[in-house]
């Protein structure tokens, strides 16, 4: 299987047609993060660009049964295409869907050649093969200033999606966190779902790693059934808790619930995330206090009740960097 975090950019000057230089751009779309890396689009290549799809056999149907981490990680797809073609000299135009996922394409990517490609999308690609979600503890320091200001910018160009977190309100998110992930671990519907999705990185190309949970590696091969079998919510509910109060910054997504909204909210945590990384820091996400109703109002309650909560990232320096998780390769992506 080959390493679909590598990739000879030069390669793109060799391609001949659109097709393989849509192909060649969809590489970089896939490397977006995703809920439990089920990776779930799929992108036919048109005339003009590329449609994006959702591919709702990869649904999580316990854990976001309205589909919101799907459309916000499309999103987020949607941003690596869009800065991987900036980079390589294209302008592009998204055309929104809100018919059903199931019978018509997310999105349209219209892509056109151009002599100003927006530079600020272009500046973040080489963070695109950089970007990982690293679960370790972060060093609780303050940010440096030029990252900290980096970041800042990002929030403030996007005030209804990116909200920073006021150091005294940690203390309630932490406990939102702590009481969501109780209630999530509780769930054996819910453990048994997330256990579908773990599994060894060399045997599957998405999914999690047990380590990703926490689990040690010596005992990854009982991994799916340690999950269905034995609530860990104590610890686990414990330990995130204690990552969100050390977080050196904390950010809560936020946008409507609608098809839209959440795919533009999925596109714009990407910014956000790559910015993190190009600032050489880490970011993990803390999903459970929106994946659970009564956590998620307690979290609106602490935002001002304005805006709708839809992810939760601490932000921080860690010592130990994070690894590449698997992908599935382009083509089995390529309608
Ligand atoms: C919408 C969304 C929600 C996520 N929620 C969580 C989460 O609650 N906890 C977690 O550890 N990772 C979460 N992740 C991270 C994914 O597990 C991760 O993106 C995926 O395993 C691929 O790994 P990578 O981000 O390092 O490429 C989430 C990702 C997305 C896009």
Redesign the pocket.
């Known amino acids: 299987m080959s390493n679909p975090w590598i990739i000879d950019e030069g390669d793109f000057y060799e391609l001949e047609t659109h097709g393989e230089q849509m192909r060649f751009l969809l590489r970089y779309a896939i490397?977006?993060?995703?809920?439990?890396?089920?990776?779930p689009w799929s992108f036919r290549i048109t005339p003009d660009g590329v449609q994006v799809f959702a591919n709702t056999s990869r649904r999580l149907l316990i854990v976001?049964r309205d589909d919101?981490?799907?459309l916000?990680?499309i999103g987020?797809a949607i941003t690596n295409f869009r800065i991987a073609a900036a980079h390589f000299g294209c302008e592009t135009t998204i055309a929104y869907e809100s018919r059903s996922i199931e019978s018509a394409p997310v999105a349209t990517i219209l892509v056109c050649e151009t002599c100003a490609p927006d530079a600020e999308l272009a500046s973040l690609f080489p963070a695109i093969r950089h970007?990982?979600?690293?679960?370790v503890p972060y060093d609780e320091q303050p940010l440096d200033p030029t990252a900290l200001q980096a970041i800042c910018d990002v929030v403030d160009a996007n005030p209804s999606t990116l909200r920073l977190i006021l150091p005294r309100d940690k203390a309630g998110v932490a406990e939102c966190v702590e009481t969501a992930e109780r209630a999530l671990m509780a769930r054996p519907a819910y453990r048994a779902e997330l256990a579908e999705w773990v599994g060894s990185p060399d045997a599957r190309n998405d999914?999690?790693s047990a380590e990703?949970?926490g689990i040690p590696r010596m005992l990854s091969g009982m991994a799916p059934w340690l999950i269905r079998n034995f609530d860990a919510g104590d610890l686990q509910a414990r330990r995130e808790a204690e990552l969100t109060r050390s977080a050196s910054m904390l950010i809560v997504v936020t946008s409507e619930d609608d098809q839209i909204s959440l795919v533009k909210a999925?596109e714009t945590?990407e910014l956000l995330?790559l910015t993190i990384t190009r600032c050489g820091l880490q970011y993990?996400?803390?999903?459970?206090p929106v994946?659970v109703d009564e956590s998620r109002t307690r979290l609106r309650q602490l935002l001002g009740n304005a805006l709708q909560p839809?992810?939760?990232l601490r932000v921080g320096a860690a010592a130990q960097p994070?690894?590449?998780?698997p992908?599935r390769p382009v083509e089995n992506v390529i309608a």
């Open positions: 490397l977006a993060p995703s809920g439990h890396n089920t990776q976001d919101r981490e799907l916000m990680s987020a970007r990982h979600t690293n679960r999914g999690l990703a949970l999925g945590f995330l993990s996400f803390l999903s459970a994946q839809q992810l939760l994070a690894h590449p998780t992908r």
